[in-house]
């Protein structure tokens, strides 16, 4: 067997030129692995004005685009590595490579794999479900204890439920200090709305020393019961959970007692029954 001529400056350019070519591999997988880690974000904006739309996290794009990273970070370091071997065979004047590139095989046969997953992804998520009233009336003002509200279902009409509320705030001489139609402003610009009113109401007595010991429960107060219609014609109302409240803003427990003993719940579950 004879030895391979010296290797010249062609040789070594070469080889640059390939190094630099995987650089770029390198650069361009992580670059593209950033952009569908973020592609669930762009989903659900593509989403967003759907009527009834709910978000969804697209958690496999994101590991989709980290994989894509971490292969490009692989690339641009095992490249670097391949090309320092390669020049020191070249200044050997080792023998002339007769192989395919291991690394080029690998990296086409990731993106491959890479690609046929992410396209199974999309078939998956390529359209959001048509928003369908008649399939959403259960999901209607549900109880959703994650949010802090809590929901229940009144036996009258929303004006009943309204005009029960009122005279019970009266009674106890709190005030009132707004009822808001939501539905009868929607009316008033031209759009539809089911029924749904929003009380507002409170004790500056009462509410003044939870503010001025937890200032942030201002964001929350005066209180608010929501009474609306759903699609079925059943009425729900709607209140904020003490509980949630005192865990959002840290009431003290002797000033949480005195926010129970507003009783909100009792209020509305007297208005619903």
């Known amino acids: 067997m004879t030895d391979r001529p010296p290797s010249g400056t062609s040789d070594y350019l070469a080889a640059e030129r390939t190094f630099l070519a995987w650089i770029r591999t390198g ?63 070249l200044e050997r004047g080792g023998p002339t490579v007769h192989r395919p590139s291991a690394l080029a095989v690998a990296v086409a046969i990731l993106l491959a794999a890479l690609g046929l997953a992410m396209a199974i992804y999309l078939i998956s998520v390529r359209e959001p479900r048509p928003w369908d009233p008649q399939t959403t009336k259960g999901d209607f003002m549900t109880p959703k204890p994650d949010n802090g509200i809590v929901t229940i279902p009144s036996h009258y009409s929303v004006d009943g439920t309204v005009k029960r509320i009122e005279e019970t705030l009266a009674a106890k001489d709190v005030k009132l200090f707004a009822l808001i139609d939501h539905s009868g402003e929607a009316e008033k610009a031209g759009l539809q709305m089911r029924p749904t009113k929003l009380l507002i109401f409170g004790n500056p007595k009462a509410g003044t020393p939870w503010m001025v010991a937890t200032p942030s429960i201002a964001i929350d107060l005066p209180m608010k019961i929501l009474v609306a219609e759903d699609p079925d014609s059943k009425v729900w109302v709607s209140y904020n959970d003490p509980g949630y409240i005192q865990a959002r803003h840290h009431l003290p427990p002797e000033l949480f007692r005195s926010y129970t003993a507003a009783g909100v719940d009792r209020l509305a579950a007297k208005a619903a029954e």
Not at 30 to 40: D, E, K
Not at 42 to 68: D, V
């Open 27 to 89: 650069l361009a997988l992580m670059g593209f692995g950033f952009v569908v880690a973020r592609f669930g974000l762009f989903l659900q904006a593509l989403q967003s004005g759907q009527p009834g739309f709910q978000a969804r996290p697209y958690g496999l794009s994101f590991w989709f685009g980290t994989g894509l990273i971490l292969l490009g970070v692989a690339v641009n370091a095992f490249c670097a590595w391949n090309h320092i071997r390669l020049v020191h065979e």
